[in-house]
């Protein structure tokens, strides 16, 4: 039967060099496949227009703490406005890693990921568009963002400014009868009411730093409001983990240029710079924050910086950065997505005297989300290696490995990435 099966699949899908490449398990499953799929069993009824649905799909549970188990649920029956999404892949973000450590917000049993992205294969009658009135049809790739349950009125183009705050999101939403409710599994249920964009004309790789890339638009867009941002300001990013490099690819992608980075690890000072920052200061190198002031107003050129972007979770870097600020310059402080604690700061001298204009900034909205599909095509086209931000991949059932490499730091962002 093994045989017959391999043969038929040769003849199938002329693939003969791959097949012959592969390891006995894949032949093993994909003969398994094949197989269920001849005897008609293993497939539920697809809807009209749609593809061949499986009748049950895998998906990563948090179980406990630092665990996930990979479980196998029924796929449901789709509702009129219900979308059914075929995951590709989707980033492990930092409250992925806060949720696997500790789960603040108390959310297990739970699918989590929400940096993901994927191709729909089943859609309910009623849908026709995406949140922004582009069509949506069966084989396109999509992104969804938040579900306004509570305030269905809210729309992409509602300029109220509401951030994600008090929005369901799709990996953070705790488990239900669908249980096909976060992105790190094979398949996610999306349902009416959600907002859910058509990215057809990203590639895989740009789809998985949308949600994380939303962040950074939507902070640049906090610190337009303060009038001090130019296209020739000197931009000091502090923090160079994937908020901080995506900071300096939006900033280098709008057009500014004099932009010094800085943290604590070469490796990462070096990717900053491919990602567009001119100059970059390691703190370590310097002994006190006076010393370390100087090191940014050099690498400037003499000057002091006109804006900061402050993109770390250390509350002393916070405290930090006001002095790397001229005077009349401005913050937009962007890295405490959760409480990382006090900072001590002077407010006669960093921020009364100097007049620095602040800005908070946390998540984005529905509008910076489609911003953010523009930003990822102009800055792969003018050359910033996004995609090296992906360092590591992993399949599904290898998350827990995959979050235990995004916990030790090796890597910039991890994914998940389905076969
Ligand atoms: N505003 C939001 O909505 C939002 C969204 C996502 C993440 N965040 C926050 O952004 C922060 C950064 O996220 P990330 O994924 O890039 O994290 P990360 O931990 O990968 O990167 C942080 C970087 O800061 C550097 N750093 C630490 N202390 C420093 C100091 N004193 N001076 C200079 N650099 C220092 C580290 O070496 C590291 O490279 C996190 O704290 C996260 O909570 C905010
Ligand atoms: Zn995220």
Redesign the pocket.
């Known amino acids: 039967m093994q045989n017959l099966a391999v043969a038929y699949l040769k003849k199938v899908f002329d693939r003969k060099e791959s097949i012959n490449s592969m390891n006995s398990a894949d032949v093993e499953k994909i003969v398994k496949q094949v197989i269920s799929q001849m005897q008609g069993t293993g497939s539920a009824p697809a809807p009209t227009g749609a593809k061949t649905v499986p009748a049950t799909a895998r998906a990563a549970v948090l179980t406990k703490l630092e665990h996930y188990d990979i479980k196998e649920f029924p796929i449901p029956a789709l509702g009129d406005d219900d979308i059914l999404v075929k995951v590709e892949g989707c980033g492990v ?3 992925d890693a806060h949720e696997f450590k500790r789960d603040p917000f108390g959310l297990i049993p739970v699918v989590l990921g929400h940096e993901g992205t994927g191709e729909i294969v089943a859609m309910g009658k009623n849908v026709k568009k995406d949140s922004a009135g582009k069509p949506l049809g069966i084989g396109d790739k999509v992104v969804t963002s938040m579900i306004f349950k509570d305030n269905p009125d809210i729309t992409m183009y509602d300029m109220n400014k509401q ?2 705050g008090g929005a369901d999101v799709y990996g953070l939403i705790p488990d239900d009868d669908i249980h096909l409710n976060g992105w790190f599994a094979d398949y996610i249920v999306v349902r009416g009411g959600s907002s859910i964009f058509n990215v057809s004309d990203l590639d895989l790789d740009s789809r998985i730093l949308i949600e ?1 890339a939303a ?1 950074l638009i ?2 640049v867009e906090r610190a337009k409001t303060t009038g001090i941002l130019r296209f020739n300001s000197r931009v000091a990013v ?9 900071c300096i690819a939006v900033l280098r992608t709008m057009g500014i240029e004099n932009i010094v980075a ?4 070469d490796k ?1 000072l070096q990717f900053a710079k491919e990602m567009g920052a001119e100059n970059s200061v390691n ?1 370590k190198n310097y002994k006190g924050v006076e010393a370390l002031t100087e090191g940014v107003k050099d690498a400037f050129g003499g000057y002091l910086a006109d804006f900061a972007f402050q ?4 509350p ?2 916070h405290a ?1 950065i006001y002095k790397f600020i001229r005077s009349g310059g401005g913050l937009c ?6 409480n ?1 604690g006090d900072a001590t700061i002077n407010p006669h001298f960093d921020i009364c005297a100097k007049e620095i204009t602040t800005v ?5 909205t529905l509008r910076d989300y489609a911003t953010t599909f523009d930003f990822l095509k102009r800055a792969k086209a003018i050359g910033l290696p996004l995609n090296k931000l992906i360092t590591h991949r992993f399949p599904l059932d290898k998350i827990n490995e995959a979050h235990e490499t995004n916990l030790s ?1 090796q890597g ?2 991890i994914a998940i990435i389905n076969e």
């Not at 502090?238 to 995506?246: K, T, Y």
């Not at 402080?333 to 959760?338: A, M, S």
């Not at 908070?360 to 984005?364: D, E, F, I, P, R």
């Open positions: 973000c930092g409250t951030n994600v994380p962040v939507h902070a502090q923090g160079c983990g994937p908020i901080g490099l995506l800085i943290d604590g690890e990462r703190f993109c770390t979770g250390s002393i870097a930090n402080e962007l890295g405490f997505f959760i990382g908070g900034s946390w998540v984005y730091m910039l962002k």
